[in-house]
């Protein structure tokens, strides 16, 4: 369903799907251009299309960006991580613990939030990889597992609060004009573009995803490349915790609640494969800003949230309706897909 | 003896529960809450036996919660409106059973992926639902315990479900449907070579999921007077955490209702176990989350034994 | 050819940046509108903790209706449940849209401030409501109570329906909710100074979900056998402690009080099993609100005033700064004049 680099031609980039994602994205752009702006009583301009609009959308999906980032390798191995969001929501409190009671720095306690995350990783890692567990149900473990300590933390009431103004800017100022979170964001952009396509080591996590065992047959070190991913899901997660708390100013036991799903949205969209094998990092930048312009043009143009959150749930079921059509109409017959497969020989019972 | 050694665990697992608060909070065992206690889980065991289903089948169906909430709103406005429960039960399964058929035809029909599908009719059903109620509560008077009264009306929404439990479980056992559950979410393939029809067998799947949601909301809903359009939260993960600690596999082909069963216990347990014993309410999800690790740990301790 | 995909999103994420910048600074996009016309049409953003929650509904209510008397938009939106980060990125977008005043009941005092202060900085009008958020960030404070006051009558009315000595436990919404843990905190202090002879056994949440809060009250009953009372601070709680009640039959032996809509619990009032509610008008509360937030753009409404008028209805501005627009005490529900109201 990707783009490939195998089959050549302008035909084929202007029927893969992340083109037609980019078209859709292009055509929602103007459309809440339209529906969101308008001149108020003083002759300004303002909604959709001002600059400040345009930069607070940046600003909200930043943190759900960098989740759906580091889920597309995951996805791409035939994995999946539901924690990521309560990885998230643990490694702000964390954060805000070392820094308020333990009187650490915030750069150091920054670090031991990133660390945090690695264990959080690395515990999804350990399961999914040494015990060949299968990914669903561990990270549905380790969602609650994580919130529960989170929760249990700060006894669910307490919050970390009170941040220098130095560390609230990451989340709320500009710098050299921009959102200050987005040079952070373009870096971890950037990196797993890299690493997912231009590196070898990248480019297995497609083959690991598609054939497990052929990938292990091939000599692919298949179990440390996967645990490879969830630990640096773990510390990204971590990182966009900071940055959630940056720009709330704040830290709560329930950060980031719901935002995997969010997450796992935005990597669909963007044409990766939920069974693996199959996807792009730029597919799920495009399927990240889909989501973004729609639910903050639609809140811009003064909609009700639920309208927005339907048309989430409409807009996915059209892209995945979308990439099978081209299936269907090459007759072959749709073959009932089933729930991911671990990496592994199917468990005997 | 070993082949049900899963279900064994968990059921003993429950049983060191039970015993510990029988020692240390034998407040647990009165009679009315006890009762009471079940009553609220049993709508849960038969959303339950559909995800059971489901997740043999190799597909997973994280919008019961949703659907829940749908089905429920709609038995209960026609309660509301003085329809009679021999009308809203069937509306409420009917309108379950239309929104797993919608699931069904895209997960069946075009092949689509079910977590995302789900996912997706998660947020719409929830949404449209929220947009249309606006959060207001849905009188239904009189029609509180289909009209038995509290003793006659826990008892029969309990024993309904068990019977829902005995006979999804001897439906799997000894049906030739239920074997083809088995087979298409073993190997859909195979199944098919076989002479299945795994789109039907799937499809088919996820109305049956859909109805009983829909007799589980109305089984909700009747314990009081006043319905809740937002109920339903967080029960699909409840759900799937029960049938997996359960032992039914999510890769499909492997498991049994009884596990289920005592899964689902299991976990509804932890919340009153916390109440009972005076530990903190904020360490249930913490447990819960211990409790799901431990569960897949042991399945995977177990086949990497069996493969050395 | 992937290099061609990412050249055109580049290009069409710079080409969103330079937007609509050629007609000026889109930066102050609404700079203080001149009030010289009243005539003018104003646009209000009435922010909720959750959209979906009844009690919300009914405060929408009565601000639409002060809305379509003054001639002013109403946008109610918000989250559809409690989401503070949600709360955040709605005003955020209010101030983008260019909406006149600000109206907030936050989820989470000090992390709305910081959208707030920005909203200020633009020139757009911010007052708070229900529920605060940290001084600084808005003009005024449209209060139905303080959560002191809040507490206080919730502890004291507890205190005597139990004759002043026994065991009590409160249903929250959940462990996380910021409005719920500042009551619980003045209900503890004014159980410390005054009531030696009670004790708060337990503290559970219910989720702000009937099934789990009527479970909940349940297994309290069971758990602490001398139970005398429930005190529900989750709206939602409030029906769903007294069904349990009802249904443990234990009317008369475990009294109910709490924080609820009076629709939702007429029935239990007058089966005796709930004493009372306390509440407010909540339809006055967002009226107030939004005749406080049009007048405050207008210029009718200054900071340093002692009273607001409204119609023939005049308000008392108090607090340590003068900002709280009082709506009054709170209203005790119970069996003489729960049926006059209808929210």
């Known amino acids: ?349 | 003896m070993k082949k049900y050694f899963r279900e064994l665990s968990v059921a003993g697992a429950l049983g060191v529960l039970l015993i510990a608060l029988a020692i240390f909070a034998p407040a647990f065992y009165q009679g009315q809450p006890l009762l009471s206690l079940l009553t609220a889980t049993a709508p849960k065991l038969v959303v339950a036996c559909g995800m059971a289903l489901i997740i043999i089948g190799r597909q997973i169906d994280i919008s019961v919660g949703s659907q829940f909430a749908v089905s429920g709103a709609c038995g209960a406005l026609l309660l509301g409106h003085g329809q009679p429960v021999a009308v809203a039960l069937p509306a409420a399964m009917l309108a379950g059973a239309l929104m797993g058929a919608f699931n069904g035809a895209l997960i069946a029909g075009l092949g689509l992926p079910s977590i995302v599908v789900t996912l997706a009719t998660m947020v719409s059903f929830r949404e449209a639902l929220r947009w249309k109620r606006q959060g207001e509560l849905i009188n239904i008077g009189a029609a509180q315990w289909f009209g038995l009264g509290q003793g006659h009306g826990q008892w029969t929404i309990i024993i309904v479900a068990l019977a829902v439990l005995l006979a999804v479980g001897c439906a799997m056992r000894y049906l030739a449907a239920g074997r083809f559950i088995y087979a298409v979410g073993t190997d859909a393939e195979a199944a098919r070579l076989a002479g299945i029809n795994p789109r039907l067998v799937t499809f088919l799947n996820f109305v049956l999921i859909g109805a009983l949601t829909g007799l589980a909301a109305m089984m909700a809903a009747v314990q009081s007077p006043l319905v809740d359009p937002n109920a339903g939260v967080g029960l699909e993960l409840l759900v799937i955490a029960a049938v997996v600690v359960g032992g039914v596999s999510i890769s499909g082909g492997r498991g049994n209702l009884f596990g289920v069963f005592v899964g689902l216990l299991l976990l509804s347990c932890i919340s009153p176990a916390l109440t009972y014993l005076g530990v903190e309410a904020y360490w249930e999800k913490a447990i819960q989350g211990t409790i799901i690790l431990l569960a897949v740990v042991a399945d995977g301790w177990r086949s990497r034994k069996n493969k050395n | ?343």
């Not at chain 1, 609650?144 to 990451?170: I, K, W, Y």
């Not at chain 3, 229900?130 to 001084?135: G, H, I, Q």
């Open chain 1, 1 to 349: 369903m990707s783009s490939s680099h195998k089959t050549g031609g302008t035909k084929a980039l202007l029927r893969s799907h992340e083109f037609i994602l980019f078209v859709v994205v292009v055509v929602e752009w103007i459309f809440f251009y339209f529906i969101g702006t308008s001149k108020n009583f003083s002759g300004h301009t303002v909604g959709f299309g001002t600059l400040d609009a345009q930069f607070d959308i940046l600003r909200h999906s930043c943190e759900i960006g960098l989740l759906a980032l580091v889920m597309t390798p995951i996805i791409l191995t035939g994995g999946i991580d539901l924690s990521v969001g309560s990885v998230l929501g643990f490694a702000a409190i964390v954060f805000g613990k070392l820094w308020r009671d333990g009187h650490v720095p915030i750069p150091e306690a920054m670090l031991g939030a990133l660390a945090v995350g690695a264990c959080a990783g690395g515990l999804n890692a350990f399961l999914i990889t040494w015990l060949r567990l299968p990914p669903l149900i561990v990270t549905l473990g380790t969602y609650s597992l994580f919130r529960g300590l989170a929760e249990a933390v700060t006894h669910g009431a307490d919050t970390f609060t009170g941040f220098p103004d130095s560390f609230n800017f990451l989340g709320q100022e500009r710098w050299l004009g921009m959102p200050a979170q987005l040079p952070v964001f373009v870096i971890v952009a950037i990196a797993v573009w890299l690493l997912v396509h231009r590196t070898t080591f990248g480019r297995s996590f497609r083959a690991i995803g598609y054939a497990p065992e052929g990938a292990r047959y091939a000599g692919l070190p298949v179990e440390r490349r996967i645990a490879l991913v969830y630990v640096l899901a773990g510390v990204v997660a971590a990182l966009a915790g900071i940055i959630y708390t940056a720009r709330l100013g704040e830290a709560k036991a329930d950060s980031g609640t719901g935002y995997e799903l969010f997450a796992i949205t935005a990597v669909v969209l963007g044409g990766t494969s939920i069974f693996g094998g199959s996807g792009s990092v730029h597919g799920t930048l495009l399927g990240v800003a889909a989501v973004a312009i729609l639910k903050n043009g639609i809140s811009l143009a003064h909609g009700p949230t639920e309208v927005a959150d339907m048309l989430t749930g409409v807009l996915l079921i059209l892209a995945l309706t979308a990439s099978i059509v081209p299936k269907i109409l090459s007759k072959r017959p749709a073959r009932v897909q089933t729930v991911p497969s671990t990496p592994q020989p199917s468990p005997t019972s």
């Open chain 3, 1 to 343: 050819m992937k290099r061609i995909l990412v050249l055109l999103l580049t290009a069409g994420l710079v080409l969103s940046g330079c937007g609509k910048s050629d007609t000026g600074s889109s930066a102050d996009s609404s700079s203080a509108a001149p009030a010289a016309s009243g005539a003018k049409k104003l646009t209000i953003g009435l922010l909720p903790k959750a959209k979906g929650n009844p009690y919300f509904v009914s405060v929408a209510k009565g601000a639409q209706k002060a809305a379509d008397e003054l001639g002013d938009t109403l946008i109610f939106d918000g989250p559809t449940n409690d989401d503070a980060s949600k709360q955040n990125e709605t005003v955020e977008n209010w101030i983008n849209s260019g909406v006149d005043v600000i109206a907030v009941a936050a989820e989470d005092k000090d992390s709305l401030s910081t959208p707030l202060r920005k909203a200020e900085a633009k020139g757009i009008k911010v007052v708070s409501f229900d529920a605060d958020v940290l001084p600084d960030a808005r003009s005024f404070f449209v209060n139905q109570a303080t959560p002191q006051g809040i507490g206080y009558a919730l502890m004291d009315k507890a205190a005597q329906l139990s004759g002043n000595t026994g065991e009590f436990a409160i249903i929250t919404a959940s462990l996380t909710a910021a409005n719920q843990n500042e009551w619980r905190k003045y209900i503890e202090e004014d159980l410390a100074k005054n009531y030696p002879n009670m004790k708060e056994v337990d503290f559970r949440p219910g989720n702000d979900d009937k099934t789990t809060s009527q479970t909940v009250a349940t297994e309290l009953m069971s758990a602490h056998p001398n139970l005398k009372l429930i005190m529900a601070i989750s709206s939602i709680a409030v029906p769903a402690a007294a069904e349990a009640v009802k249904q443990a039959g234990k009317i008369g032996t475990v009294n109910v009080i709490g924080l609820g809509l009076p629709n939702e619990n007429k029935q239990y009032v007058h089966d005796g099993v709930t004493n009372c509610v306390i509440l407010w008008n909540t339809g006055d509360l967002g009226y107030l609100t939004v005749q406080a937030a049009d007048a405050l753009v207008k210029g009718t409404l200054k900071p340093g005033d002692k009273t607001f008028k409204v119609g023939d209805k005049s308000y008392d501005i108090a607090g340590d700064k003068n900002d709280n627009i009082l709506l009054g005490a709170p209203t005790v529900f119970d069996k003489s004049n729960i049926d006059q109201f209808d929210f």
